[in-house]
């Protein structure tokens, strides 16, 4: 069932909104009804869609996982390096159009809410099973270790183009990440 276009534009004022006032003002002194009031919206709307302002904060969370996890599948797959970058590409167009919302929750100092924290523990365990397959481990410190440092490159970049919105960075920052994966492994 389609979503009704008044119901997306109402959660997209919410997540405007929201951003807008983290970008302001501390997590913990933001109320629903700060976000109302900036949405132009009734406080009984914004329960409509959300039952709290962590539930809110968690969707958004969850948004930006799925996006890295999307780039993670094109990175960690077994295609040639050039196809991963033109696959990477269109998915990064997805990544751009969140970079404001990405920037502001990367600042966000709320505990519990660590956005990197989140996006590495979704992405290690895809990253694991891409090095299953890999039999060399030139210099003997363990796929655990390896995938840490993949992951922290992934998440490390797209928080790098969140914060620079230059989408000509990505080549570049998969080119480096294919020389620093040939360290680790012949592939």
Same mark, same amino acid.
């Given at each position: 069932m389609a979503v009704d276009v008044r119901v997306k534009k109402t959660k997209k004022a919410i997540r405007s909104a929201f951003i807008s006032l983290l970008d302001e003002k501390a997590f913990s002194d933001i109320t629903i009804q700060d976000i109302s009031d900036k949405a132009e919206i009734s406080r009984s709307t914004f329960y409509d869609h959300y039952t709290d302002k962590y539930q809110l904060l968690e969707s958004m969370y969850q948004e930006i996982i799925d996006?890295?996890?999307?780039?993670?599948?094109?990175?960690?797959?077994?295609?040639?390096?050039?196809?991963?970058?033109?696959? #990477?590409?269109? #998915?990064?167009?997805?990544?751009?159009?969140? #970079?404001?919302?990405?920037?502001?929750?990367?600042?966000?100092?709320?505990?519990?809410?660590?956005?990197?924290?989140?996006?590495?523990s979704a992405l290690k365990p895809r990253c694991m099973e891409y090095l299953q397959k890999e039999d060399d481990d030139f210099f003997h410190l363990g796929k655990d270790f390896v995938a840490g440092v993949y992951t922290y490159m992934v998440s490390y970049a797209m928080q790098w183009i969140a914060e620079h919105q230059n989408k000509d960075d990505f080549p570049g920052l998969l080119d480096l990440s294919a020389k620093i994966s040939s360290f680790f492994y012949k592939r």
């Open positions: 996006r890295f996890g999307e780039m993670a599948d094109i990175y960690f797959c077994d295609r040639p390096h050039d196809d991963k970058k033109v696959m #990477a590409r269109k #998915a990064l167009d997805r990544v751009i159009g969140d #970079a404001e919302v990405i920037r502001v929750l990367l600042k966000m100092e709320e505990p519990g809410w660590d956005l990197t924290s989140r996006i590495q």
